[in-house]
């Protein structure tokens, strides 16, 4: 588990602005696995948040 801030990988960027529009939300305290596995659930979770957003359902 990594810290949002912690890391300068080139994803970071990315996942601090998913965290910020709220389709993401890692483990809790900012923290997120970079490196686990992604269940079904959890990208449709981020799709429907994403969906939500943009205001398409």
């Known amino acids: 588990m990594r810290r949002v801030e ?14 910020y529009y709220g ?3 890692g483990y809790g305290s900012r923290n ?7 269940t079904r659930a959890e990208v ?3 799709v429907q948040r994403l969906l939500q957003k943009s205001a398409l359902i």
């Open 6 to 19: 912690d890391t300068s990988a080139w994803y970071c960027g990315y996942v601090k602005t998913a965290i």
């Open 23 to 25: 389709i993401i939300k």
């Open 32 to 38: 997120f696995g970079p490196s686990d596995t992604i």
């Open 44 to 46: 449709a979770v981020m």
